[in-house]
């Protein structure tokens, strides 16, 4: 799946990192740059952009100002060296925040959270009904029955190897699917990956401790590439 890029940034070095990383992403490429918002507007009419880069800071319109006026924007991920600004851009429905100067793994992962929604809006499209259709649950497969399963009513999934075992409340469905494939069918905004082995409701959580996450009374572990993220998530909703 090729995912169309646009760099929005005033700051000709911070264009060439995000260049330069985009070229290690078969899949990713640039379609445009701007040294300002303003002129991003044009660009959004001409070409068919995916997702946006976007700096924060910048003359003239600021990058919250310029997705603010958006209607149906692109995904968005904020690129500033401005941490304070971090709540707000994620009020606005951006993907993730990069703090400058930032790493290609971390580059990495806030790509791959963009990748994963774009595939998830891909798949619903398709499979896209009548137009008043719900988008609240699925069907799963599973012991020769087809159950249908509200993502409300979801506590957690575990990863089984080549299975998953859905967790719900009173009741677990274990079915032939991928952890790959389930984050995909699962609205990113409420299910977050935690280990290699599980996926979690946000709603569902009751304590975070350690590396632990407690979800309906059961203890799960936070796996070490997911700690990083996971945290970074958390404290956004932090209370001061």
Same mark, same amino acid.
């Given at each position: 799946?090729?995912?169309?890029? @646009? ?16 070229? *290690?992403?078969? $899949? ?13 507007? *044009? ?12 700096? #924060? ?64 809006? !891909? ?36 990863? @089984?190897?080549?299975? #998953? !075992? ?5 009741? *677990? ?5 991928? &952890? !790959? !494939? &389930? ?10 990956? #935690?280990? *290699? ?5 946000? $709603? ?7 590396? &632990? ?28």
């Amino acid at each position: 799946m090729e995912i169309k890029a @646009l760099i929005i940034d005033d700051e000709p070095l911070a264009q060439d990192v995000i260049k330069q990383y985009a070229l *290690k992403l078969p $899949d990713l490429t640039i379609a445009a740059t701007c040294n300002e918002a303003i002129c991003a507007h *044009k660009i959004l009419q001409e070409k068919s952009i995916d997702l946006i880069f976007l700096d #924060i800071n910048m003359p003239k319109l600021s990058g919250i100002s310029f997705l603010r006026n958006l209607n149906n924007p692109p995904l968005v991920i904020f690129t500033t060296a401005y941490s304070e600004y971090a709540l707000e851009g994620f009020e606005l429905n951006a993907i993730d925040y990069l703090k400058k100067p930032f790493s290609f793994e971390r580059f990495c992962k806030a790509y791959y959270r963009a990748e994963e929604q774009l595939l998830l809006q !891909k798949s619903a499209s398709q499979s896209k009904g009548p137009e008043n259709a719900p988008s609240d649950f699925l069907f799963i497969k599973s012991n020769k029955k087809t159950f249908k399963v509200k993502f409300e009513d979801i506590f957690y999934i575990e990863g @089984l190897g080549d299975y #998953i !075992k859905i967790h719900l409340k009173d009741s *677990k469905l274990v079915t032939n699917l991928s &952890m !790959k !494939k &389930m984050i995909n069918l699962l609205p990113g905004e409420y299910f977050h990956r #935690i280990h *290699k082995s599980f996926i979690i409701s946000l $709603d569902k959580i009751d304590a975070v401790e350690g590396n &632990m996450v407690s979800v309906n009374g059961n203890k799960l572990p936070i796996g070490n590439s997911y700690r990083s993220e996971f945290t970074e998530f958390i404290n956004r909703f932090l209370a001061d």
